[in-house]
């Protein structure tokens, strides 16, 4: 199984401030996935980040309020900006495809998330 | 896009019982994976089954993609199995993002 590392694992922050969260993944992927998580809700999709490229946001996600960095082929960080207390979540990574071909990886695992509470 | 909707929302069960959890989805799948998420928030894969059936200890899952639906089975309940369990799926048309089910939330009482 893949280990991906999240820190922090959890902070509590002052509402218009912004928090930047990593992930290091421990092999070369080809994209990496940010979701949240909303207090009893499942996980949605922020956005996929591209190596080498912009990410790609889903509807309802902007890269002003959540700009995100892939400045290699193992780490991702994701900022969350002017915080508000509705962005009080579980924040978490994800990893994607090797980036090696013929290993074909399926399985998709995640960090332990970034607990997130906003005053 | 595809949606992904679990049943039951919550369940009490009792040290010991067995339960069957439900993943239904609106189009066709090339993955989809199990997950157990505990108290702690963490993710724990169980199961990664597009299809056919899979055993792991008390736990097995079987999706008939066919019709688009997805069970996972629970035997011998035990508090550990406390959490919610999700199902995720990835649809034929869109590559690599995985989508959530609603969710199963699962209290096991002694």
């Known amino acids: 199984s893949a280990v991906i590392s999240q820190k922090p694992s959890r902070d509590i922050c002052q509402r218009g401030t912004s928090l930047t969260i990593q992930c290091q993944v421990d092999s070369q992927v080809t994209m990496m996935f940010w979701y949240r998580q909303q207090p009893g809700q499942s996980l949605t999709l922020i956005a996929t980040a591209n190596q080498g490229s912009e990410a790609t946001y889903e509807s309802g996600f902007v890269i002003d309020k959540f700009p995100i960095s892939r400045p290699n082929l193992t780490f991702s960080t994701l900022t969350v900006s002017n915080m508000s207390p509705e962005d009080s979540s579980i924040y978490l990574c994800?990893?994607?495809?090797?980036?090696?071909?013929?290993?074909?990886?399926?399985?998709?695992?995640f960090g332990a998330g970034t607990r997130l509470s906003v005053l | 896009g595809i949606q992904v909707e679990q049943s039951p929302p919550d369940l009490i069960l009792q040290e010991g019982a067995n339960s069957t959890l439900r993943c239904n989805f609106s189009d066709s799948v090339n993955n989809l994976q199990w997950f157990h998420q505990n108290p702690w928030g963490q993710l724990i894969n169980l199961f990664y089954i597009p299809s056919g059936t899979k055993q792991n200890g008390r736990l097995s899952a079987t999706t008939v993609a066919t019709e688009r639906y997805s069970l996972l089975y629970i035997s011998s309940s035990q508090t550990t199995d406390s959490g919610v369990y999700f199902c995720?799926?990835?649809?034929?048309?869109?590559?690599?993002?995985?989508?959530f089910g609603t969710g199963t939330r699962l209290q096991v009482t002694l």
């Open positions: 995720a799926v990835k649809s034929t048309g869109t590559a690599s993002k995985l989508t």
């Open positions: 994800s990893d994607g495809p090797l980036l090696l071909r013929g290993l074909g990886k399926n399985i998709q695992y």
